[in-house]
């Protein structure tokens, strides 16, 4: 009898093997769909084991109910990628391979035909321009438009029911768009760009990676633009990766600019139907180039050439639920098999990159001027102590925003916390609005007017009493992004200010519109979160403030000073791009802070020398390894009783597993949770110690009690 074995989009990390009919047999091939029974349902999986023959007596698999595919949708360059993650990152392939897949293809539909890019003018259609009438204008207008060379559908104004009936008629063709070439104009590399280029030409041979890391402003995109240009040249693809959704719009907008059409997005925002169809073009090789956040590593390209990622350092790029994979690390894997180079862009190199890249793993390329030849400005250590404080604003920075505004300057004042305060408070009695499902407070959101949790979305209205006392006295304590918005909207009237948040930011439509009023000047105050932060151009920008940063100094994860010192930099970044002399103020109560100061007197690079040795000295990464054991339960207590069972498991030479402990928020959306940490210097020790033990816990009873999963490389401790 022969058997297949069979993955499916189940959280069990094993495949299963089925009955596979004679007739059948031959058309099965690893990365083939097929339906089958499972349990009382059926399943869309993928093939990953060639039919073979079973020993006597296992008439107890169930059949295969049908192929799917005569060729294989998964192609083995990814196929074989899926299963290096998954056996990685300890996560069932089966997912794996279902985040892989277009949603149609999950669910078991065939693949669609990739849609026309572009459209051509037939013999037929040019004499049908000379003989239709005048009222039909829109058919006419199409004729016109192609009269003179083949147009992609994004160039032409043209409903679908025109193309149609052009199409029926045969006067218009199906044509792939025109390949365009690079836009004439295009800028002289600074000195210190061409030297960068002339030390990554020489590196094209096969596989590299080569951190790029420049000042903002430096023209890092530049040099992403001329890399790409070159994967072009020798027919190949070329992937950019951004870690946010914000960043892809302008970045497509460069790349057209430069590249016109065959340059496509990848994100989640996106549909399904359109998703697809990227995907679909980027197996065919006629997605010449596609920009996407973290998903668009896993896309099925025909001829992959090169790897971009974009702030290489953000944290965006680490999925933290489910698959929890870093897209950054499976890029640079899929490129040393490919034996193609991987770019890593950035002003604020992780530590984990800049290890690497001292050590010899990665080349390491500086750019260290700005394109416009002005220094990047200095970050001033503003002591708030003791000063008043306006809706968390002091006077010295209110005076430096108004002096920049006078000479007309923008100003932008970052804050990492939307809402109106964290805190709802009762003056009487001392109440403070908790979150019944999470150990945090609830966030007053005042234009709203509610409270909302930030960790599990639980809002309610906000109370007109003290739900404990009665009184009125509830006051709102301490600042985010709406209430800094306010504050400058009534100290300066006469401007306008434009908040940037994921509450006030709800579309690609709304960002690109702020963006535009900023770039045009008809907005003169930014406050906002991180999304100002990574790698958005405002040429009118001359001042940063940034509201507070001792939140990240009393943080407990030991990354929390690395990202802060990120922030701070990429952020201060945005100022003086243009070539304007630009000013940085950063509010603390925490001046004297040793790092801190270092971060404002020597910058982002001396503060990196710093946390290195530290690291060196407590054997944290990128001197050693780190693995998580997280375990949520309803229960108090339930799951990290379950870690104080298993911690045995993990026990290995050369590994180190420390005692269970509460997560940092234990409660979080009603599950208490805590977590088991593994270290060890040797990568191949502790995976050796996690597959061992995974395939333990999963025999185990009291492991399906509760929710558990494996966390390789976390970017998060808490």
Known sequence: MLAAAICLPVPLRRSFDYRVDAALAGRLRRGCRVRVPFGRRTLVGVVVGAPRELPEGADELRDIEAVLDDEPPIPAELLALCEWAADYYLHPLGEVL????????????????????????????????????????????????????PRSRADLVATAAVLRRALDAGWIEAADAPAATPASGTPTPTPEQAAALDRLAAGDAGFAVHLLEGVTGSGKTELYLRRIEAALAEGRQALLLAPEISLTPQLDARLRERFGDGVHRFHSTL????????????????????????????????????????????????????????????????????????????????????????????????????????????????????????????????????????????????????????????????????????????TLHRGRNRLICHHCGAQQAVPRHCPSCSATSLIAVGAGTERIEQALANRFPQYRVARFDSDRITSHEALERQLADIRDGRTQILVGTQILAKGHDFPGLSLVGIVSADQALYGTDFRAVERMGQLVTQVAGRAGRAGQPGEVWLQTHEPEHPLLQTLARDGYGALCDALLAERRDTGLPPYAHLALLRAEAREAGQALRFLQLVRPCFEAPDVTVYEPLPSGMERRAGLARAQLLLQSASRAALHRSLGAAVARLQQMPEARRLRWSVDVDPYDLM
């Open 98 to 149: 279902a985040a892989a897949l277009p949603a149609a293809l999950r669910r078991g539909a065939m693949p669609a035909t990739a849609q026309t890019e572009g459209y051509a003018l037939t013999a037929a259609g040019r004499a049908a321009l000379e003989t239709l009438p005048p009222r039909h204008r829109a058919q006419r207008s199409l004729l016109q438009a192609l009269s003179t060379a």
């Open 271 to 442: 549909t399904d139907r359109a998703r697809e169809q990227v995907w679909l073009r980027a197996r065919d090789g006629r997605a010449r180039i596609v920009v996407g956040t973290r998903s668009a590593v896993w896309l099925p390209f025909a001829r992959l050439g090169l790897i971009v990622v974009d702030e290489e350092h953000d944290t965006s790029y680490k999925q933290q639920d489910g698959f929890r994979y870093s897209a950054r690390d499976v890029a640079i894997l899929r490129a040393q098999r490919l034996d193609v180079p991987v770019l890593l862009g950035t002003a604020t190199p992780s530590l984990e990159s800049l290890h690497n890249a001292r050590s010899g793993r990665y080349r390491h390329i500086r750019l260290q001027r700005r394109v416009h030849d002005t220094p990047p400005p200095q970050v001033r250590v503003l002591d708030v102590r003791g000063l008043p404080l306006d809706h968390g604003l002091s006077p010295p920075l209110l005076q430096a925003v108004d002096r920049h505004l006078d000479q007309g300057g923008q100003a932008l004042l970052f804050l990492n916390r939307r809402g109106y305060a964290p805190v709802l408070l009762c003056h009487a009695c001392g109440w403070n609005a908790p979150c019944t499902h999470c150990d945090a407070h609830l």
